[in-house]
């Protein structure tokens, strides 16, 4: 059973910086396919980066050369640095564990309970 917390989530102007973390504890991190989804209300949940236990890293269009996700396995942790936020980026964002990486929500074993991002215009 591996549990996720996750950090870092707030208001920021239009423009600006957050940096997401997602600790995980109670399994072997390092085995772990991990996703950072999000989803805003009315909206379905959406990938919006993910990174295979070997470190290859996926974006989906709308954040690629803003957001960047990494991880590190000797603190079992993965984060989401995300710059030049939009006001279209504001949602719920969480964190998510599975055996292998896919872009499906379905196929992830563990999530976070997640942190709110709000941007503002």
């Known amino acids: 059973q591996v549990q996720l917390v996750e950090s870092g989530g707030g208001l920021v102007q239009a423009g600006g910086s957050l940096r997401l973390s997602c600790a995980a504890s109670?399994?072997?991190?390092?085995?772990?396919?991990m996703g950072w989804f999000r989803q805003a209300p009315g909206k379905e949940r959406e990938l919006v980066a993910g990174?295979?236990?070997?470190?290859?890293?996926v974006y989906t269009d709308s954040v690629k050369g803003r957001f960047t996700i990494s991880r590190d396995n000797a603190k079992n942790a993965v984060y989401l640095q995300m710059n030049s936020l939009k006001p279209e980026d504001t949602a719920v964002y969480s964190c998510?564990?599975?055996?292998?990486?896919?872009?499906?929500?379905?196929?992830?074993?563990?999530w976070g309970q997640g942190t709110q991002v709000t941007v503002s215009s």
């Open positions: 990174i295979t236990s070997g470190g290859s890293t």
């Open positions: 998510a564990a599975g055996l292998t990486y896919s872009p499906s929500s379905y196929t992830y074993n563990y």
């Open positions: 109670g399994g072997i991190f390092r085995r772990y396919a």
